[in-house]
């Protein structure tokens, strides 16, 4: 560990110093790394059996072929940052296989069922700008040197997921009736989850480690905010309906619900006149959601198979 303190350090990285091992680091800029590449990691993983279950809905065995690779590219990024957590001492075998289903931290978005095509592309098309919010800001921003190298492969690759996301749900909506509509029911569940992504806003934060390490740049409601000037628009123009419009005198997005709101994850609802508490989503995100258990097996599967067949 590094021979100076946390505030020492923080000024540091603020100059501009990259982190690139852990003698660099104090044990408060390490824990908070861990747990920021920990979510990178586990949202990375989560998302490949979400995409695998729509990906049986494809159209066609080239449209098959272009969501299996999607899903290739997520596990490949999440073994990035699984790779970097073992060089801090985090066992990854662990991570992977003896954690509880309901301890993986990717967001709760990844633990619904995404049941047909639509459904795939609009999450490539929201949730994989999600992604590129959030990591495009490390990639800019991040004093951790290994990462900031490690997200630029990711980046590009997350980059084709979003423009196959977008190109598809255009595609859909041009092509009208049942399509359009698919498209519209899956932004009415996937949109109000798309803002919950960000976490809490700001004036709720009661930490920012990751800021003052400079583990990112932007906060909660900046990250928010970037999403939401990238998707309200993009909707606008394929006449899909959302809960927000952009205030012409700012340039600002404004949410026409009041933020946060109940779901009902038996019927991918939102119940916009129920508002609710962050203590009560911190509650439903660590209760997580119905497919949870099932997508941690399924990736899991594959390993316990072959230790089944190695001990036979």
Not at 37 to 54: F, I, K
Not at 71 to 88: C, K, V
Not at 172 to 186: K, N, W
């Amino acid at each position: 560990m590094a021979g100076f303190t946390d505030d020492e350090l923080m000024r540091k990285v603020q100059e501009g110093f990259i982190v690139e091992s852990e003698a660099d680091m104090t044990e408060t800029y390490k824990k908070a790394l861990i747990t920021q590449l920990t979510v990178q990691g586990d949202t990375e993983l989560m998302s490949a059996p979400a995409y695998y279950m729509a990906t049986k809905d494809a159209p066609s065995t080239n449209t098959m072929v272009s969501a299996t690779a999607i899903i290739q590219d997520e596990m490949g990024h999440a073994n990035i940052a699984y790779r970097l957590l073992e060089d801090l001492g985090v066992d990854r075998d662990e991570l992977l296989y003896e954690r509880p289903p309901e301890k993986f931290k990717n967001p709760y978005g990844f633990d619904q069922p995404l049941v047909n095509w639509a459904e795939l592309v609009t999450a490539n098309g929201l949730y994989d700008r999600a992604g590129i919010t959030l990591l495009g800001d490390v990639l800019r921003h991040t004093s951790y040197g290994p990462l900031k190298r490690g997200l630029v492969k990711v980046g590009m690759e997350e980059n084709f997921h979003l423009r196959h996301g977008e190109v598809w749900m255009k595609r859909l909506c041009e092509a009208g009736g049942e399509a359009r509509d698919m498209v519209q029911a899956a932004v009415d569940w996937m949109f109000p989850m798309g803002v919950e992504w960000f976490g809490m806003p700001d004036e709720k934060k009661h930490h920012n480690a990751q800021l003052d390490f400079k583990l990112k740049g932007m906060t909660n409601d900046q990250l928010r905010q970037t999403w939401l000037k990238a998707v309200v628009p993009l909707c606008d123009e394929l006449s899909i309906e959302v809960p927000a419009h952009v205030d012409p005198a700012t340039e600002e997005v404004e949410l026409e619900f009041e933020f946060p709101v109940q779901y009902d994850p038996d019927t991918k609802r939102w119940l916009f006149d129920e508002p609710i508490t962050w203590d009560q989503v911190w509650a439903r995100w660590r209760a997580r959601g119905p497919m949870n258990e099932q997508f941690v097996d399924w990736m899991r599967v594959s390993r316990y198979s072959v230790e089944e067949l190695l001990e036979a």
